[in-house]
Protein backbone atom coordinates (compact mmCIF):
# COMPACT_ATOMS: atom_id res chain seq x y z
CA UNK A 1 0.00 0.00 0.00
CA UNK A 2 2.67 2.53 0.96
CA UNK A 3 6.54 1.71 -0.15
CA UNK A 4 8.86 4.10 1.57
CA UNK A 5 12.73 4.60 -0.03
CA UNK A 6 15.37 6.07 1.45
CA UNK A 7 13.75 9.06 2.74
CA UNK A 8 15.14 11.98 4.91
CA UNK A 9 14.16 14.56 7.20
CA UNK A 10 16.07 17.17 8.39
CA UNK A 11 14.40 20.82 9.98
CA UNK A 12 17.12 23.85 9.55
CA UNK A 13 19.02 25.80 7.72
CA UNK A 14 20.86 23.80 5.45
CA UNK A 15 19.08 20.37 5.12
CA UNK A 16 20.78 19.04 1.98
CA UNK A 17 23.82 19.77 3.33
CA UNK A 18 23.05 17.23 5.84
CA UNK A 19 21.50 14.54 3.97
CA UNK A 20 24.77 14.37 1.93
CA UNK A 21 26.93 13.93 5.02
CA UNK A 22 24.10 11.37 6.28
CA UNK A 23 24.62 9.85 3.49
CA UNK A 24 27.92 8.96 4.02
CA UNK A 25 27.78 7.84 7.50
CA UNK A 26 27.77 11.10 9.44
CA UNK A 27 25.65 10.82 12.69
CA UNK A 28 22.82 12.91 14.18
CA UNK A 29 25.09 14.76 16.15
CA UNK A 30 27.36 15.39 13.29
CA UNK A 31 25.25 17.01 11.28
CA UNK A 32 23.93 19.52 13.90
CA UNK A 33 25.22 22.45 12.72
CA UNK A 34 22.78 21.91 9.55
CA UNK A 35 19.64 20.90 10.60
CA UNK A 36 18.02 18.68 13.28
CA UNK A 37 17.93 14.87 11.37
CA UNK A 38 14.35 13.83 12.39
CA UNK A 39 14.53 11.08 9.87
CA UNK A 40 17.21 9.43 8.77
CA UNK A 41 16.87 6.89 5.49
CA UNK A 42 14.22 5.02 6.14
CA UNK A 43 12.98 2.70 4.17
CA UNK A 44 9.91 0.07 4.75
CA UNK A 45 6.81 -1.22 3.02
CA UNK A 46 3.23 -1.12 4.25
CA UNK A 47 1.74 -4.13 2.90
CA UNK A 48 -2.71 -3.76 2.70
CA UNK A 49 -4.58 -4.91 5.00
CA UNK A 50 -2.23 -4.67 7.78
CA UNK A 51 -1.58 -3.10 11.20
CA UNK A 52 2.11 -1.30 10.65
CA UNK A 53 3.17 -0.08 13.93
CA UNK A 54 6.28 2.41 14.37
CA UNK A 55 7.59 2.21 17.58
CA UNK A 56 10.11 4.36 19.53
CA UNK A 57 11.00 6.94 22.44
CA UNK A 58 10.11 10.40 21.93
CA UNK A 59 12.09 12.42 19.92
CA UNK A 60 12.66 8.97 17.73
CA UNK A 61 11.60 10.36 14.69
CA UNK A 62 7.56 8.79 14.90
CA UNK A 63 5.67 11.59 13.79
CA UNK A 64 7.86 13.51 11.26
CA UNK A 65 7.92 9.51 9.72
CA UNK A 66 4.27 9.23 9.80
CA UNK A 67 3.54 13.21 8.67
CA UNK A 68 5.82 12.39 5.66
CA UNK A 69 3.39 10.36 4.47
CA UNK A 70 0.69 12.63 3.86
CA UNK A 71 2.79 15.38 3.20
CA UNK A 72 2.27 17.32 6.44
CA UNK A 73 6.15 16.99 6.26
CA UNK A 74 7.55 17.83 3.15
CA UNK A 75 10.19 15.12 2.75
CA UNK A 76 14.39 16.50 2.18
CA UNK A 77 14.67 13.23 0.24
CA UNK A 78 14.00 9.92 -0.91
CA UNK A 79 10.79 8.15 -2.39
CA UNK A 80 6.61 7.42 -0.92
CA UNK A 81 4.22 5.98 -3.07
CA UNK A 82 1.38 5.52 -1.62
CA UNK A 83 -0.78 2.57 -3.86
CA UNK A 84 1.84 3.78 -6.87
CA UNK A 85 1.51 7.26 -6.32
CA UNK A 86 4.82 9.36 -5.79
CA UNK A 87 3.81 12.11 -2.97
CA UNK A 88 7.22 13.57 -2.67
CA UNK A 89 7.07 16.76 -4.66
CA UNK A 90 3.63 17.04 -4.71
CA UNK A 91 1.91 20.39 -4.58
CA UNK A 92 -0.16 21.76 -1.83
CA UNK A 93 -3.77 20.64 -3.84
CA UNK A 94 -2.88 17.74 -4.75
CA UNK A 95 -1.97 16.64 -1.34
CA UNK A 96 -5.04 17.91 0.23
CA UNK A 97 -6.60 15.75 -1.98
CA UNK A 98 -4.49 12.65 -0.86
CA UNK A 99 -5.25 13.67 2.49
CA UNK A 100 -9.04 13.79 1.99
CA UNK A 101 -9.35 10.81 -0.23
CA UNK A 102 -6.79 8.72 0.56
CA UNK A 103 -5.49 9.07 4.14
CA UNK A 104 -7.54 9.95 7.33
CA UNK A 105 -5.57 10.86 10.56
CA UNK A 106 -6.42 10.40 14.25
CA UNK A 107 -4.14 12.29 16.59
CA UNK A 108 -3.44 12.00 20.54
CA UNK A 109 -5.77 15.17 21.36
CA UNK A 110 -8.21 14.02 18.93
CA UNK A 111 -8.24 17.47 16.95
CA UNK A 112 -11.87 17.67 16.79
CA UNK A 113 -13.89 20.78 15.63
CA UNK A 114 -14.79 22.25 18.96
CA UNK A 115 -17.74 24.22 17.71
CA UNK A 116 -19.51 21.72 15.80
CA UNK A 117 -21.56 18.82 17.11
CA UNK A 118 -20.34 15.02 17.52
CA UNK A 119 -22.17 14.33 14.53
CA UNK A 120 -21.04 16.71 12.18
CA UNK A 121 -17.02 16.08 13.36
CA UNK A 122 -18.22 12.53 12.32
CA UNK A 123 -19.34 13.66 9.36
CA UNK A 124 -16.54 16.48 8.47
CA UNK A 125 -14.23 14.38 6.49
CA UNK A 126 -17.57 13.54 4.14
CA UNK A 127 -18.43 16.61 3.68
CA UNK A 128 -14.39 17.63 2.67
CA UNK A 129 -14.87 14.81 -0.24
CA UNK A 130 -18.28 16.98 -1.34
CA UNK A 131 -21.15 14.09 0.32
CA UNK A 132 -24.84 14.93 -0.28
CA UNK A 133 -26.03 16.19 3.44
CA UNK A 134 -28.29 13.32 3.55
CA UNK A 135 -25.59 10.40 2.81
CA UNK A 136 -22.77 11.91 4.83
CA UNK A 137 -25.21 12.44 8.12
CA UNK A 138 -26.49 8.74 7.52
CA UNK A 139 -23.19 7.44 7.11
CA UNK A 140 -21.94 9.88 9.96
CA UNK A 141 -24.97 8.17 12.05
CA UNK A 142 -23.70 4.95 11.32
CA UNK A 143 -20.73 5.07 12.60
CA UNK A 144 -21.30 6.95 16.01
CA UNK A 145 -24.00 3.71 16.53
CA UNK A 146 -20.74 1.44 15.82
CA UNK A 147 -18.88 3.60 18.42
CA UNK A 148 -21.64 3.42 21.15
CA UNK A 149 -21.83 7.09 21.37
CA UNK A 150 -25.54 7.59 19.29
CA UNK A 151 -26.81 9.32 22.56
CA UNK A 152 -24.30 12.12 22.03
CA UNK A 153 -24.84 12.74 18.56
CA UNK A 154 -25.70 17.17 18.86
CA UNK A 155 -23.53 17.12 22.10
CA UNK A 156 -19.85 18.97 21.52
CA UNK A 157 -16.90 17.37 21.64
CA UNK A 158 -15.70 19.46 25.09
CA UNK A 159 -18.66 17.73 26.72
CA UNK A 160 -17.40 14.42 25.86
CA UNK A 161 -14.87 12.53 28.12
CA UNK A 162 -11.27 11.85 26.62
CA UNK A 163 -11.79 8.30 25.56
CA UNK A 164 -15.25 9.36 24.21
CA UNK A 165 -13.03 12.24 22.27
CA UNK A 166 -11.22 9.53 20.78
CA UNK A 167 -14.03 7.25 19.77
CA UNK A 168 -15.42 10.46 17.81
CA UNK A 169 -12.10 10.78 16.41
CA UNK A 170 -11.96 7.31 15.15
CA UNK A 171 -15.56 7.03 13.80
CA UNK A 172 -14.87 10.24 11.48
CA UNK A 173 -11.54 8.81 10.22
CA UNK A 174 -13.66 5.44 9.19
CA UNK A 175 -16.40 7.07 7.97
CA UNK A 176 -14.09 9.10 5.54
CA UNK A 177 -13.50 5.63 3.92
CA UNK A 178 -10.01 6.17 2.92
CA UNK A 179 -7.69 3.21 2.16
CA UNK A 180 -5.47 4.04 4.75
CA UNK A 181 -5.36 5.52 8.18
CA UNK A 182 -2.64 7.15 9.98
CA UNK A 183 -2.71 7.17 13.97
CA UNK A 184 -0.16 9.30 16.02
CA UNK A 185 -0.49 8.24 19.46
CA UNK A 186 -3.63 8.17 19.16
CA UNK A 187 -4.40 6.17 22.44
CA UNK A 188 -1.60 7.78 24.50
CA UNK A 189 -3.84 10.10 26.33
CA UNK A 190 -6.04 7.58 27.38
CA UNK A 191 -6.72 6.05 30.98
CA UNK A 192 -5.23 2.26 30.52
CA UNK A 193 -8.52 0.39 30.64
CA UNK A 194 -9.93 2.68 27.97
CA UNK A 195 -7.19 2.58 26.19
CA UNK A 196 -7.22 -1.27 25.85
CA UNK A 197 -11.05 -1.03 24.99
CA UNK A 198 -10.05 2.00 21.87
CA UNK A 199 -7.23 -1.14 20.82
CA UNK A 200 -9.57 -3.69 20.92
CA UNK A 201 -11.88 -1.74 19.03
CA UNK A 202 -9.89 -0.97 16.44
CA UNK A 203 -8.34 -4.52 15.51
CA UNK A 204 -12.33 -5.26 15.19
CA UNK A 205 -12.77 -2.55 12.96
CA UNK A 206 -9.83 -3.02 11.01
CA UNK A 207 -10.38 -6.84 10.55
CA UNK A 208 -13.82 -6.44 9.50
CA UNK A 209 -13.05 -3.21 7.24
CA UNK A 210 -9.42 -4.56 6.25
CA UNK A 211 -7.95 -0.65 6.10
CA UNK A 212 -4.13 -0.46 6.18
CA UNK A 213 -3.60 1.46 9.09
CA UNK A 214 0.22 2.89 10.26
CA UNK A 215 -0.31 3.31 14.18
CA UNK A 216 2.67 5.22 15.82
CA UNK A 217 3.49 4.55 19.97
CA UNK A 218 6.33 4.74 22.15
CA UNK A 219 4.35 2.11 24.05
CA UNK A 220 6.47 -1.20 23.39
CA UNK A 221 2.77 -3.51 24.91
CA UNK A 222 0.66 -1.18 23.14
CA UNK A 223 3.18 -1.99 19.66
CA UNK A 224 3.10 -5.89 20.46
CA UNK A 225 -0.59 -6.07 20.91
CA UNK A 226 -1.61 -4.25 17.78
CA UNK A 227 1.03 -4.69 15.44
CA UNK A 228 1.18 -6.93 12.50
CA UNK A 229 4.45 -5.55 11.90
CA UNK A 230 6.58 -2.98 13.50
CA UNK A 231 9.34 -0.91 13.10
CA UNK A 232 11.40 0.14 15.60
CA UNK A 233 12.71 3.77 15.31
CA UNK A 234 16.01 5.19 17.42
CA UNK A 235 17.64 8.83 16.78
CA UNK A 236 15.39 9.30 13.27
CA UNK A 237 16.87 5.45 12.04
CA UNK A 238 14.88 2.48 11.78
CA UNK A 239 16.68 -0.61 13.03
CA UNK A 240 14.50 -2.76 12.83
CA UNK A 241 11.43 -4.09 10.98
CA UNK A 242 9.13 -7.43 11.86
CA UNK A 243 6.48 -9.15 13.95
CA UNK A 244 6.18 -8.53 17.15
CA UNK A 245 7.52 -12.79 17.38
CA UNK A 246 10.98 -11.35 15.54
CA UNK A 247 11.47 -8.17 17.61
CA UNK A 248 10.96 -10.14 20.50
CA UNK A 249 12.72 -13.47 19.65
CA UNK A 250 15.17 -12.26 17.33
CA UNK A 251 16.50 -8.75 18.38
CA UNK A 252 18.47 -7.09 15.49
CA UNK A 253 20.84 -5.41 17.85
CA UNK A 254 21.16 -4.32 22.05
CA UNK A 255 18.97 -1.91 21.99
CA UNK A 256 16.33 -3.72 20.69
CA UNK A 257 16.74 -6.58 22.92
CA UNK A 258 16.93 -3.47 25.49
CA UNK A 259 13.64 -2.15 24.46
CA UNK A 260 11.82 -5.68 24.81
CA UNK A 261 13.15 -6.32 27.51
CA UNK A 262 9.64 -4.71 30.07
CA UNK A 263 7.31 -6.80 27.24
CA UNK A 264 3.69 -7.72 30.02
P1 LIG B 1 8.63 11.50 17.95
O1 LIG B 1 7.29 11.64 17.29
O2 LIG B 1 9.22 10.14 17.83
O3 LIG B 1 8.62 11.98 19.37
P2 LIG B 1 9.38 13.73 16.23
O4 LIG B 1 9.21 13.27 14.83
O5 LIG B 1 8.33 14.58 16.80
O6 LIG B 1 9.65 12.45 17.16
O7 LIG B 1 10.74 14.53 16.36
C1 LIG B 1 11.99 14.04 15.88
C2 LIG B 1 13.03 15.14 16.01
O8 LIG B 1 12.71 16.19 15.10
C3 LIG B 1 13.08 15.78 17.40
O9 LIG B 1 14.41 16.08 17.68
C4 LIG B 1 12.25 17.04 17.22
O10 LIG B 1 12.65 18.02 18.11
C5 LIG B 1 12.56 17.41 15.79
N1 LIG B 1 11.45 18.15 15.16
C6 LIG B 1 10.19 17.68 14.94
N2 LIG B 1 9.43 18.59 14.32
C7 LIG B 1 10.22 19.69 14.13
C8 LIG B 1 10.02 20.99 13.54
N3 LIG B 1 8.86 21.35 12.99
N4 LIG B 1 11.07 21.83 13.54
C9 LIG B 1 12.26 21.49 14.06
N5 LIG B 1 12.52 20.29 14.63
C10 LIG B 1 11.51 19.40 14.66
MG1 LIG C 1 5.43 12.13 18.13
Not at 57 to 60: C, D, I, P, Q
Given at each position: AIAVESVFKVFGRRPNEAVKRLRTGASRDEVRPFGTAAVIDASFDVRRGEIFVVMG????GKSTLIRMLNGLNESTAGSIRVFGTEVVGLGAAELRAVRRDRMSMVFQHFALLPHRSVLDNVAYGLELQGVALPERTATARRWLDRVGLSKWESSLPGELSGGMQQRVGLARAFAADTDILLMDEAFSALDPLIRREMQELLIELQQELGKTIVFITHDLNEAMFLGDRIAVMRDGRIVQVGTPNDILTDPANDYVAQFVQDVD
Open positions: LSGS
